[in-house]
């Protein structure tokens, strides 16, 4: 059984000063607060296969309350997310993931390694009529000429 991520100390011990901080801040490019602690245990609950976590977390997650500047962070919550889709099978959420992530942040598929594998993993078993844009977005990110 895999651990809850929120259970694991060096989350308890990141997310107590950002709580105290009480906002998301930039400060010399540390991009500290609770929503890049929250994105760094979304990362950790699909890394470790726990996509149903990761989903839940992913509901809670606001951006909106990011600095502009770190376009990355946000479009990194729909990395991970189409991720988690993927482990479960679920290719059209992934590819929404995925559109997402590149409107967010215009290179974060096309120069992401993850995300250019996650393309072709979906490219390998596209279906077309559950996976609307992902041709054009493989096109866009060079993986398909």
């Known amino acids: 059984m895999i651990r809850p991520v929120r259970d ?3 989350f308890v011990h990141a997310r107590q000063p950002a709580e105290r901080l009480g906002r998301n801040d930039n400060r010399l490019w540390t991009a ?3 929503t890049n602690v929250a ?3 979304l990362s950790v609950q699909v890394a470790l296969g ?3 976590g990761a989903f839940e977390l992913g509901e809670t997650l606001d951006t909106d309350g990011l600095p502009p500047v770190l376009r990355g ?3 990194q919550v729909h990395l991970e997310l189409a991720w988690a889709a993927v482990q479960q099978g679920d290719d059209s959420l992934a590819v929404l993931h995925l559109l997402e992530a590149e409107r967010v942040a215009i290179q974060a598929v096309s120069r992401n ?3 250019r594998s996650l393309v072709a993993t979906l490219l390998a078993r596209e279906r077309k009529s559950a996976t609307p844009g992902l041709r054009a977005l493989a096109s866009r990110a060079g993986i398909m000429q």
């Open 113 to 115: 390694a993850t995300a």
């Open 8 to 10: 694991h100390d060096q």
């Open 39 to 41: 994105i760094h245990e």
């Open 50 to 52: 726990d996509a149903r």
């Open 73 to 75: 962070r946000r479009s």
């Open 32 to 34: 500290f607060g609770p």
